[in-house]
């Protein structure tokens, strides 16, 4: 059962991903322009005063004042996701360090580290081989079979535990 705060959080992680995604839409840029085109074809009517530039101003300054925290919102939630879809990535692979998986934690110096062994890696494999031998339909395959393999493995180990 939720709580007040989760549905809170829940309702406005809900609205800061459709305002974000609305604000970026074709019928929102049209808008903004439209409401820019009536301004300045108004601004005859109201002789250009201060309070014409004022209402202006003021409105975009309000509305980007606000959008900056929705879009902000939604875009730490978008890369939450896309982290954990990636701790997921290399916690499944058994040839992948497990000390990937709190990379963003780690010092600027020891990503450095990380950086140089994965340079070093691309480099040893330029060598081998060419992209063409080394990313084949048959090595897919092969690829597919042992992680079917490993599946049915991990199915059967966690049936004869329950």
């Not at 480099?123 to 092969?142: C, F, N, P, T, Y």
């Given at each position: 059962?939720?709580?007040?705060?989760?549905?809170?959080?829940?309702?406005?992680?809900?609205?800061?991903?459709?305002?974000?995604?609305?604000?970026?839409?074709?019928?929102?840029?049209?808008?903004?322009?439209?409401?820019?085109?009536?301004?300045?074809?108004?601004?005859?009517?109201?002789?250009?005063?201060?309070?014409?530039?004022?209402?202006?101003?003021?409105?975009?300054?309000?509305?980007?004042?606000?959008?900056?925290?929705?879009?902000?919102?939604?875009?730490?939630?978008?890369?939450?996701?896309i982290q954990l879809?990636?701790?997921?990535?290399?916690?499944?692979?058994?040839?992948?360090?497990?000390?990937?998986?709190?990379?963003?934690?780690?010092?600027e110096e020891e990503?450095?580290?990380?950086?140089?062994?994965?340079?070093?890696?691309?480099?040893?494999?330029?060598?081998?081989?060419?992209?063409?031998?080394?990313?084949?339909?048959?090595?897919?395959?092969?690829?597919?079979?042992?992680?079917?393999?490993?599946?049915?493995?991990?199915?059967?180990?966690?049936?004869?535990?329950?």
């Amino acid at each position: 059962m939720k709580t007040k705060k989760q549905n809170k959080t829940s309702a406005f992680e809900k609205f800061a991903t459709h305002v974000s995604k609305a604000a970026g839409s074709t019928t929102a840029f049209i808008g903004a322009f439209l409401l820019v085109v009536v301004w300045a074809v108004s601004g005859p009517i109201f002789d250009y005063s201060e309070t014409w530039q004022l209402v202006i101003n003021t409105g975009t300054t309000i509305i980007t004042f606000l959008m900056v925290f929705l879009i902000q919102k939604a875009q730490n939630k978008d890369s939450l996701a896309i982290q954990l879809k990636l701790n997921e990535l290399v916690a499944s692979n058994e040839y992948s360090s497990n000390s990937l998986v709190d990379i963003e934690s780690m010092t600027e110096e020891e990503m450095i580290i990380v950086q140089k062994y994965y340079h070093k890696l691309s480099e040893l494999a330029k060598k081998d081989e060419s992209i063409r031998s080394s990313h084949s339909i048959a090595e897919a395959s092969e690829q597919h079979e042992r992680k079917d393999k490993n599946r049915t493995k991990l199915r059967t180990r966690n049936i004869t535990k329950k």
